[in-house]
């Protein structure tokens, strides 16, 4: 979200990443994946803490197709995305402690 928030279009490295999304890599520990985490968390709050307010109705086409959005719908849905993934999240952790 934050690529296309800043005008940008999506870079090779991230359709790489998609591409390996859901595949078991045996090398990921939960530390590793606690960083990533913690540095795409920094990554987002700093971008978010450096917009003008008066961008966030300004036009942002997304993927290819350029579906129409804006600075602030982006913003949402990256903070709406983060939620849901949070919720499952907890979910998980609360079933794998349970058992």
């Known amino acids: 979200m934050i690529t296309y928030a800043k005008g940008e279009s999506s870079h090779k490295r991230q359709f790489d990443y998609l591409k390996t999304e859901g595949v078991p890599d045996a090398s990921l520990t939960t ?7 913690d540095v795409e968390i920094a990554t987002y709050l700093a971008f978010a803490s450096q917009i003008d307010p008066d961008s966030l109705t300004d036009f942002r086409g997304v993927e290819r ?5 804006s600075v602030g719908g982006l913003l949402f849905h990256a903070a709406e995305h983060t939620q849901r993934h ?5 979910v998980t952790v ?4 349970s058992n």
């Open 31 to 37: 530390e590793i994946l606690l960083e990533n985490l």
């Open 65 to 69: 197709a350029q579906l129409p959005s």
């Open 86 to 90: 949070f919720g499952q999240l907890l």
């Open 94 to 97: 609360r079933i794998l402690l």
